[in-house]
Nanobody, 124 residues
Framework: QVQLVESGGGLVQAGGSLRLSCATS????????MGWFRQAPGKEREFVAA?????????YYADSVKGRFTISRDNAKNTFYLQMNSLKPEDTAAYYC????????????????WGQGTQVTVSS
């Protein structure tokens, strides 16, 4: 059974940092695009970041997080990460990790496996 399990969310003050982890199991995702999306209350799910294929693969970010967030993956541990620095109240959302076999990295329907989400709350 394929599973993606997020962890690392929580409450942090503006300007602080959090590191989200996504542990995967049930299959090998080394050739998949791994992405992070987020959804705030009353808003649509939006793309945050993606990393392509193998370790050291190309990374992509939403403009709103570029320069503050870093996505990385460790294929040996079947885990990928989202380091979030300089957090802002507008970053408050449920964050989801996901895996896509191909297609546009920022298009949610391309992602076939999803985690259950982890809440990030940034206080002002």
């Amino acid at each position: 059974q394929v599973q993606l399990v997020e962890s690392g969310g929580g409450l942090v003050q503006a300007g602080g940092s959090l590191r989200l982890s996504c542990a995967t199991s049930g299959r090998t995702f080394s050739t998949y695009t791994m992405g992070w999306f987020r959804q705030a209350p009353g808003k649509e799910r939006e793309f945050v970041a993606a990393i392509i294929r193998r370790s050291g693969g190309s990374t992509y970010y939403a403009d709103s997080v570029k320069g503050r967030f870093t996505i990385s993956r460790d294929n040996a541990k079947n885990t990928f990460y989202l380091q979030m620095n300089s957090l802002k109240p507008e970053d408050t959302a449920a964050y989801y990790c996901a895996a896509a076999p191909g297609g546009s990295y920022d298009y949610a329907p391309n992602y076939v496996h999803w985690g259950q989400g982890t809440q990030v709350t940034v206080s002002s």
